[in-house]
């Protein structure tokens, strides 16, 4: 039996944000377990919360979305990273890949994928219990 997946969202913007929780909303069994609007507040989140899959801008307030990449990657266990954002040049891609991104969408033309990959990564026994 699947257990509830539990997503952090962090975006440095309220709309985006709560976008993203409506449309998790429509996913079963994945629960949005907090939201963080700027790096300082991602990396406590994770550590507090400890999510199974973290969806992450790269443009933030406070400092690069890729240092909160980065500190996902050390926790144990590490959760799975989505990189959503409007910088989606090869540069940033490489960048993301390079720091242990599992997915990179374009935040414009790739929002409505986020439902899928979800489905696609319980159907292959990512979080389960027992």
Do not use: W
């Not at 985006?16 to 429509?26: G, K």
């Not at 999510?51 to 990657?73: E, R, S, T, Y």
């Not at 409007?86 to 935040?107: I, S, T």
């Amino acid at each position: 039996m699947l257990r509830v997946v539990q997503v952090l969202i962090v975006d440095d913007s309220a709309i985006v944000r709560l976008r993203l929780a409506e449309l998790l909303e429509s996913v079963e069994h994945v629960a949005v377990a907090g939201q963080a609007g700027g790096v300082a507040q991602a990396i406590a989140a994770m550590r507090d919360l400890r999510p199974d899959l973290v969806i992450l801008d790269i443009q933030m307030p406070d400092g690069d979305g890729i240092a909160v990449l980065a500190a996902a990657k050390l926790l144990e266990p590490a959760p799975a990273v989505m990189m959503l954002t409007n910088y989606v040049d090869d540069y940033q891609r490489l960048r993301c890949e390079a720091a242990g991104a599992d997915f990179f969408l374009d935040k414009s033309k790739q929002f409505e994928h986020i439902p899928g990959i979800l489905r696609g990564l319980m159907e292959h026994g990512v979080p389960q219990d027992g």
